[in-house]
Structure formats: C-alpha cells, structure tokens
C-alpha cells in the first residue's frame, strides 16, 4: 500500500511569490489534514478534510493560504503571496474514517521563503 | 498556550537500557494519546497509541502508559537500540469528531551504542 505522497520535497522561493503544494492520501482514506511545523517548534494544525469538504481550518493562518480537495482525492495548499514567516515544513496526513484510526503523514514539503 | 508538552528536549540513553519519554497535558477533554517516531527528512510515523479508557498499552518494546488524573503520559522502549534513535511525539486528541491532533514540541532521543 503507497504511503501519503507530497510534492515537492523542498520548494524555495521569494517573498511574494506563490507556491502550491500537492498531497496524495493514502488510497481509500476520507480525511486529509495539513500540518505546518516552523523550525524547532511543535507540529501545528492547519486544516482538515472529510472527502471533499472542510471540516475544520480553524488552523489556517490568514488567507493567503487556499487549500482544495477537488474530488475528494488529492489536495493542493497553495500560499499567494508566500511572506517569510511562511517558512516552514508542511505535512499532510491521511486518515480511515473512526475514532481511533492514527493519522498517516507524508515526509513533507519543506518550504524556503527568501 | 501548549496544551501538550514535552518537557525533555533530549534524552541519552545507552543500548539495551530503558529508554523513557514522558508528556504532559493539560486539556481534560482529550481521550487519545499517540507517540509518534521521527527520523530526519522523513514525516512523522505512528509508533503506539491509547485510549482513556486504559492506563497502558504495549506493542513489542513499546509500552505507553497513561495517567489521566495527573493528565501524565510516558513512552517506554525497552530495551532500546541504536536504530530507535530519532525524535519521538507525543499528540493527543479528541476522539469525537475525528479532531486535529495537538503535538508536543517533540524530544530527540539518542541510543549510544
């Protein structure tokens, strides 16, 4: 079974630029959810699918983050204008329906804003 | 305001020793714990879970032990091997709703040989 996939791996830009990131859950897997960690800081939440729809994105930082999930399969989060405290390594995670069900990630994108 | 820390940064531990990572949390809402193992480069992967519902659980070296009323939770790996290595998370949630997991800031253990 083919794990959560991210793309790119590492994606360096300018300061306002914009910048997508791709993620494809794990085959069958109905919730989706991104994740920012900031250097040396915690894991943090960014926002959650359920199919197609949002479920939560209380975590968004502002709204130059969109995120999508057109279909219900994979998910692009794109950042426009991209600022320098967007820097960071950003997760996805993919999870079966139930309660207990872990979350899987991906290795993450690790985004460099210059 | 961290509602699960992980107050240990790093730990040292030699191989074949007890390896053990602790977490505290301070949302009584939460009713799941996951440790999660990280290697450099690579994403967060699911080691061991509980539930409130019990105070321990153990798969193979693995054992987590939960103690809801001081809101406590350890990560035990005996014994421990140089490949064990890595920074370990503990995250927590609630189960209702299928909820984002709240993480600690992670602690970077080290299996000297």
């Known amino acids: 079974e083919a794990g959560v996939t991210q793309f790119p791996s590492h994606s360096v830009i300018e300061k306002g630029q914009t910048v997508t990131l791709r993620c494809d859950p794990i085959?069958?897997?109905?919730?989706l959810y991104w994740y920012r960690r900031v250097m040396g800081k915690e894991i943090k939440f960014l926002l959650h699918?359920?199919?197609?729809?949002?479920?939560?994105e209380s975590g968004m930082p502002n709204n130059r983050f969109l995120a999508e999930r057109t279909g219900g399969t994979y998910s692009t989060l794109k950042v426009q204008p991209a600022e320098l405290e967007d820097s960071g390594v950003y997760f996805c995670?993919?999870?079966?329906?139930?309660?207990?069900?872990?979350?899987?990630f991906g290795d993450g994108t690790r985004l460099s804003i210059l | 305001d961290q509602q699960v820390k992980q107050n240990s940064p790093s730990l040292s531990v030699q191989e074949g020793r007890i390896s053990i990572l602790n977490c505290d949390y301070t949302?009584?809402?939460?009713?799941?714990f996951l440790w999660y193992k990280k290697y450099p480069a690579e994403g967060p992967t699911f080691l061991i879970s509980?539930?409130?519902?019990?105070d321990k659980n153990e798969d193979g070296r693995f054992t987590v032990f939960l103690n809801k009323s001081a809101k406590h939770l350890s990560l035990h790996i005996v014994p421990s091997q140089p490949g064990d290595s890595a920074v370990y998370f503990c995250?927590?949630?609630?189960?209702?709703?299928?909820?984002?997991?709240?993480f600690g800031k992670g602690t970077r253990l080290s299996v000297i040989a």
């Open positions: 995250a927590a949630r609630v189960r209702t709703g299928n909820t984002p997991l709240v």
């Open positions: 995670a993919s999870s079966q329906g139930g309660s207990t069900q872990p979350q899987h």
């Open positions: 949302n009584s809402m939460f009713d799941y």
């Open positions: 699918f359920v199919k197609e729809s949002k479920q939560d």
């Open positions: 085959s069958g897997h109905d919730n």
């Open positions: 509980i539930s409130s519902i019990k």
